[in-house]
C-alpha cells in the first residue's frame, strides 16, 4: 500500500491509455454539453474545431478514469480530492485520439488538524497519441498516514 511518507516531491509518472469513442463524445454531450461542435460533425466543421471534438468535461472524466485506475494498479491509500487548480484545455480531443497521462509530484504536506491523512499535488498533463498535451492541471490529493503499530 502507498501512504503518504511514501510520496516523494519531484516523483515522475506516466500512465494510461483511453481511446476515445465518437459514440462516447456525443452520449457525453448529449447528457452533460450539449454544444453542436460536440453533437454534429457538420456543425463541429463550421467552427475552430474543424470536427467533431469532446467535451473538456469529458476529457476530465476520461482522466478520472486513468488516475482512478492507476491509484488501484498502485495501491495508493488515497482519500480522495479537495479540489483540482489551474485546470487549461489546451487543445481539442478527437473521436479516434489516444489519450495517457503523465505526473510530477510538486508538494506535499502533513494534514495540521488530522493527523491519519495527508495531502500532495501534483501537475498533470494528458496527451494525445502524437504527444500533443491537451490538458493541464494542478490536482490536490489526500491520502492516509502510514497506520501506526
Given amino acids: 500500500m502507498q501512504y503518504f511518507e511514501d510520496i516523494e516531491v519531484g516523483t515522475k509518472a506516466s500512465f494510461g491509455h483511453y481511446q476515445v469513442t465518437r459514440d462516447e463524445v456525443v452520449a457525453y454531450a448529449?447528457?452533460?454539453?450539449?454544444?453542436?461542435?460536440?453533437?454534429?460533425?457538420?456543425?463541429?466543421?463550421?467552427?475552430?474545431?474543424?470536427?467533431?471534438?469532446?467535451?473538456?468535461?469529458?476529457?476530465?472524466?476520461?482522466?478520472?478514469?486513468?488516475?482512478?485506475?492507476?491509484?488501484?494498479?498502485?495501491?495508493?491509500?488515497?482519500?480522495?480530492?479537495p479540489g483540482i487548480d489551474e485546470l487549461r484545455w489546451l487543445k481539442p480531443v478527437y473521436p479516434g485520439d489516444t489519450l495517457r497521462c503523465e505526473t510530477e509530484v510538486i508538494d506535499k504536506r502533513a494534514s495540521q488538524s488530522r493527523p491519519a491523512m495527508g495531502s500532495y499535488r501534483s501537475r498533470m498533463k494528458v496527451i494525445n497519441q502524437d504527444d500533443v498535451v491537451v490538458m493541464t492541471f494542478i490536482s490536490i490529493g489526500l491520502i492516509r498516514t502510514r497506520p501506526t503499530a
Fill in 30 to 81: 448529449e447528457r452533460f454539453d450539449p454544444q453542436p461542435f460536440h453533437l454534429s460533425d457538420e456543425a463541429a466543421a463550421q467552427t475552430h474545431f474543424g470536427r467533431l471534438s469532446a467535451s473538456g468535461w469529458h476529457t476530465c472524466g476520461m482522466t478520472m478514469a486513468m488516475v482512478v485506475e492507476n491509484m488501484k494498479a498502485n495501491r495508493q491509500a488515497g482519500l480522495g480530492s
